[in-house]
């Protein structure tokens, strides 16, 4: 008898693993297996998957809402001018992303808790798809009411948060111990996150940070170098050694995880090497422009054939090859 080709037995392992109401996404590094409902993720690098059914989107998206924002952080890189994007259309993208093998969105910002069909926008996308949803917050509008509406519609929340006590006043202008009752409230809902900012006011209170995510039961802190706004520059050499130097000692009781911007030079862990540049992580901004990342200068407008086209045409104009 004829063996099998690898096309056929991908296929049919795709099919018996979708009957399992597992998202599955297919990529050079084999095939990627995840159920939003409870975080798991299985890589099954064995399963040689064909380059023509690799799935067409990034494996994440990051979508900004809205550019507004009711804080003023210096180190911000959204952009200042007011824009928002149309509930319809961004229940268009999702479906197309969904479909084409994305696994999860975040929605951002400005503050996208600002943006007036929020609850929607996400009760939409936990119904109509298979898409993990989370979004990132300032935390302070993480009121029960805002709460009660989101019930079933939020996989992980994750709120940004620069130091601790006075040097976290100082610089969001917020009251921390309020900031604190929200995450509590907010962990009734969905697990969560804190992500940081690092730079010469934060780096010093990192194992303040950690003990504030082991006693709100956060699920990870997400290390954000600074990078250059049209106020402030990056993270600088000194910043970036002592940031180093605490990573080489750390032993948080949580999840570390340092974004791929600023992370030249520290140590890290990639479960899946071979899934780089547009089709890992894309970003959409609230203008309707796909970028690389949110600090990309450069971007292509989604027009009305659809993000994954889009994502090609940026692709040709940044020469990513992957």
């Not at 298979?130 to 979004?135: D, G, N, P, S």
């Not at 504030?212 to 706004?229: G, H, N, R, Y």
């Not at 990573?247 to 899946?272: N, Y």
Request: net charge positive; with cysteine.
């Amino acid at each position: 008898m004829r063996r099998p080709s690898a096309r056929v037995r991908f296929g049919r392992l795709h099919i018996e693993i979708q009957r399992q109401n597992v998202k599955v996404r297919g990529g050079p590094d084999g095939l990627h297996l995840f159920d939003r409902s409870n975080g798991f993720n299985a890589l099954l690098d064995e399963v040689q998957v064909p380059r023509d059914r690799w799935s067409k989107a990034p494996r994440q998206v990051s979508i900004a809402l809205t550019n507004l924002c009711d804080l003023q952080c210096s180190y911000c890189y959204a952009p200042k001018h007011r824009s928002a994007l149309d509930v319809d259309v961004v229940g268009s993208w999702l479906t197309e992303l969904d479909s084409a093998g994305c696994l999860g969105v975040g929605f951002g910002g400005g503050e996208p808790t600002l943006h007036p069909a929020f609850a929607e926008i996400c009760g939409a996308a936990a119904r109509d798809t298979q898409l993990a949803i989370t979004f990132t917050t300032h935390g302070h509008r993480l009121i029960p009411r805002l709460l009660d509406q989101l019930v079933g519609s939020v996989h992980f929340i994750r709120v940004s948060i620069d130091g601790v006590g006075r040097t976290y006043e100082r610089l969001r202008g917020r009251p921390f111990q309020n900031l604190v009752t929200r995450l509590r409230d907010a962990r009734q809902l969905a697990p969560i996150g804190i992500n940081v900012v690092v730079n010469a006011d934060t780096v010093d209170e990192l194992n303040a940070l950690v003990e504030l995510a082991e006693e709100v039961k956060a699920s990870e802190l997400l290390l954000l170098p600074q990078q250059p706004t049209h106020a402030v520059n990056a993270i600088d050499a000194p910043v970036k050694r002592k940031l180093t130097s605490w990573l080489s000692a750390a032993k948080p009781g949580v999840r570390l995880a340092i974004s791929e911007a600023g992370a030249q030079g520290i140590p890290t862990c990639d479960p899946l090497p071979k899934e780089k540049g547009l089709r890992s992580y894309v970003h959409i901004d609230a203008s309707g422009y796909v970028r690389s990342n949110s600090y990309a200068k450069e971007g292509v407008a989604v027009g009305i054939e659809g993000v994954i086209p889009a994502i090609g045409r940026l692709r040709a104009a940044i020469g990513d090859n992957n």
